[in-house]
């Protein structure tokens, strides 16, 4: 079976564009997550999904990042306007349901954002 | 709120040693996972823990839940480089990682 697929691995972009990265979950799970990792912040959580609707999206730090999940097999982080701060890897990550079940990540995008 | 502390931050060892690192909560938790990424990678999910005073194994790794639910501790047995990585514990019911031990393994 194919893991979490994330696309694209690498973005360098700069300041002021508009970012997309996607995401599709593995088929059959019904929760899909957004993690950022950075050195000095960890891997916060920024919004998850349960059945393609958003549940929690306290961790998204403001209003130029919004998430979309259209369908079970799709879901996209959106950037606009990006800024340099914004530099970190971006995960997706999807589980069979919420709470206490085990999370695969896929391989992350790494945003770069001058 | 909840808190979730991971010590030690930074663990170096010689090849061979043991290696162990924990997971603290201010309060008590309903489960507990553990996940391991390697350099450059991505979180890869080890293990999870439920009951009280539980203990699993897997090879060379022993995971172990408090008595009390609010602490755990993964352990490793004479370290290998290919255990190098971070190590984070993530509580089941929220989705707050911890913020990890990284473990450099000298050969």
């Known amino acids: 079976d194919a893991g979490v697929i994330q696309s694209p691995r690498h973005e360098v972009t700069e300041m002021g564009q508009e970012v997309t990265l996607r995401c599709k979950p593995i088929?059959?799970?019904?929760?899909l997550f957004w993690y950022r990792q950075t050195m000095m912040r960890g891997l916060e959580l920024l919004i998850y999904?349960?059945?393609?609707?958003?549940?929690?999206d306290s961790g998204m730090p403001e209003d130029r990042f919004s998430a979309k999940m259209p369908n079970a097999s799709f879901s996209t982080l959106k950037i606009q306007p990006s800024e340099p701060r914004d530099s970190a890897v971006y995960f997706c990550?999807?589980?069979?349901?919420?709470?206490?079940?085990?999370?695969?990540f896929g391989p992350g995008t790494r945003l770069t954002v001058t | 709120g909840q808190q979730v502390m991971q010590i030690p931050q930074y663990q170096h060892v010689q090849e061979g040693e043991d290696f162990t690192t924990y997971c603290n909560s201010s309060?008590?938790?309903?489960?507990i996972q553990w996940y391991k990424q390697r350099p450059g990678g991505h979180p890869v999910f080890l293990i999870q823990?439920?009951?009280?005073?539980e203990v699993k194994k897997q090879k060379r790794l022993t995971f172990q839940f408090g008595e009390a639910k609010k602490n755990s501790s993964l352990h490793i047995t004479a370290t290998q480089t290919t255990d190098v990585g971070t190590y984070f514990c993530r509580y089941g019911q929220n989705f707050v990682f911890g913020p990890g031990t990284r473990l450099s393994v000298l050969p």
């Open positions: 823990l439920v009951k009280s005073g």
């Open positions: 309060t008590t938790l309903s489960n």
């Open positions: 088929s059959g799970h019904n929760s």
């Open positions: 999904f349960n059945n393609n609707v958003p549940i929690d």
């Open positions: 990550a999807s589980s069979r349901g919420t709470g206490g079940y085990e999370q695969y």
